[in-house]
């Protein structure tokens, strides 16, 4: 399984960010996988933002306090990240990862967005 993010580098306060994931050695509707978005800020440790299910269910960090929206859209084997209000603490390398069969995990390169005040 292969993934690669893509979005802007860099948004400004208060706006939206827009995440793709382009996933390619499985379907993202395969019962056998698990899609989530993490981030880490710099100097800090990994954050998970959320999960999509095979089944289309999707699972919120508690502290994303509704911002964050994930997505998927079949056809394109993507899945995506909205998140809202962004705030300068939101600069992160933001990554895709999949959980697969016996716990198999296959991460993205990550990419790096930037929040300007």
């Known amino acids: 399984v292969q993934l690669q993010e893509s979005g802007p580098g860099l948004v400004k306060a208060s706006q939206a960010l827009s995440l793709t994931c382009t996933v390619s050695?499985?379907?993202?509707?395969?019962?056998?996988?698990?899609w989530n978005w993490v981030r880490q800020p710099p100097g800090k440790g990994l954050e998970w933002l959320g999960q999509?299910?095979?089944?289309?269910?999707?699972y919120y960090s508690p502290s994303l306090k509704s911002r964050a929206t994930i997505s998927r859209d079949s056809a394109k084997n993507k899945v995506y990240l909205l998140m809202n209000n962004l705030k300068p603490e939101d600069s992160a390398v933001y990554t895709c990862?999949?959980?697969?069969?016996?716990?198999?995990?296959?991460w993205g390169q990550g990419t790096q967005v930037t929040v300007s005040s």
């Open positions: 050695g499985s379907s993202i509707t395969s019962a056998s996988y698990a």
């Open positions: 999509l299910t095979s089944r289309g269910i999707v």
């Open positions: 990862n999949a959980v697969g069969p016996r716990e198999s995990n296959f």
